[in-house]
């Protein structure tokens, strides 16, 4: 099948120096148009000549997301107010929300990226596309409604929720893909399959926004659905929004498209990048974004790089899921440990139940202690505790290299929450 929007670069010769002449030229115009750039590459000593290879990467400042908040509204403005067309924020609920402006062309490059993903997950224009998430001023529905236009298969932009209305939907329009969340999805496979509405439901794809599943919910969803491909499209509105990139129909991991911007992952306590293959912060540099460039924009997300060669043979390079942020991270006994990571080995082990949390404390020694509270199964046996909890430890320790206790708990004895759980009790302050 021809591939309509596959990058116009073919080998990793041509990529490497595309993306050369793409930092040059963002360097360039980040310090001539944004004043904000302009001082933070003269306080850093470099100027825009100084850009000669992909390693000079390495000597330009960063961007947190606490400089878009202090420059709200417009951030990172790099083009004359005149050249914008359009604004997105993101959904934020602390402080000021983050702002993004885009010119024509940013329109244009995002609605091409976005096209990319949908050809990677082998759409063809007979598709027809239900985007059940949010259209509003963030950068959901409009852009995969963006990327589905762009790419021409039919977009049915149902928006969020109504359980009745998506059900309808899928039933009379024949809807062949899916766009949601991982929850949403779970939602509506489980109703299909109560509503008995399987053999009148023709999805074949399943795309999934940026929230962490896992693969018993895939395999659910796919399962009830009768869906073949589950694919999860990752995005943030610093760099456009979603479609980002996609992983391929082998599912070996999120091919991101190097042709638009560069990913380095770092240790987010050192800023040096991470072994390859390691797991470490996903910083953003862009290569054609007007409107507000990102130069090494820390996004806090977690993930890794995948080595090696795709077998589909895309040139373009791969990155794991997302793991969670680096906000999360504590340090116990010198290890960096995430609580997503502690989450995905709870969640290989039998017996216990979904809630855990994690208790960090001195006892007045001043080395460190951690205890992992998680509750036994619905209707388990206390008897088996201290071998279950022995388990749970011999497990948290081969993973992480670091030891603690595990306690548990009675089913329910831990808070539930609508809102994100909190999972970490850090008290040896
Ligand atoms: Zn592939």
Known sequence: ???????????????????????????????????????????????????????DLRRLPFVTAQDLRDQYPWPLLAVPMDKIV???????TTGKRKVMVYTAKDIDDWANMFAR??????????????ICVGYGV??????FQLGCERFGALAIPAGPGNIDLQL???????????????????????????????EKIHVKKVIFGAERSSDALRNQVKHLTGAEHIFDIPGLTEVYGPGTGLDCPYHTGIHYWADYYLLEILNPETLEPVAEGEVGEMVYTTLKKE????????????????????????????HDRIVGRSDDMFIVRGVNIYPSHIDEILSRQRGIASEYQIHLDHHGDGKDYMVTKVER?????????????????????KETLVSGKVEIVDYQALPRTERKAKRVFDHRT
Request: aromatic fraction near 6%; proline fraction near 4%; charge should be positive.
């Open 1 to 55: 099948m021809e591939k309509r929007f596959a990058s116009a670069w073919k080998t990793k010769e041509e990529l490497a120096a595309g993306q050369l002449a793409g930092l040059q030229w963002t360097v360039r115009h980040a310090y001539e148009g944004s004043p904000f750039y302009r001082k933070r590459l003269d306080e850093a000593g470099v100027t825009p000549a100084a850009i000669r290879s992909l390693d």
């Open 86 to 92: 359009r604004m997105h924020a993101s959904t934020g």
């Open 117 to 130: 993903c949908y050809e990677t997950a082998e759409l063809t224009r007979a598709d027809r596309v239900q």
């Open 138 to 143: 963030w950068t959901a529905g409009v852009g």
């Open 168 to 198: 309808q939907f899928l039933v009379d329009f024949k809807t062949t893909v899916l766009c949601c969340t991982a929850s949403m999805a779970l939602l509506l496979a489980e109703e299909i399959d109560q509503r008995g509405l399987r």
């Open 291 to 318: 409107g507000a460039p990102l130069l090494r924009y820390r996004s806090r997300d977690l993930t890794r790089i995948i080595p090696g060669q795709c077998p589909c043979g895309s040139l373009m390079p791969r």
């Open 377 to 397: 199964a619905e209707g388990g046996n206390p008897a088996g505790d201290a071998e279950l909890a022995s388990r749970i430890e011999k497990a948290i320790r």
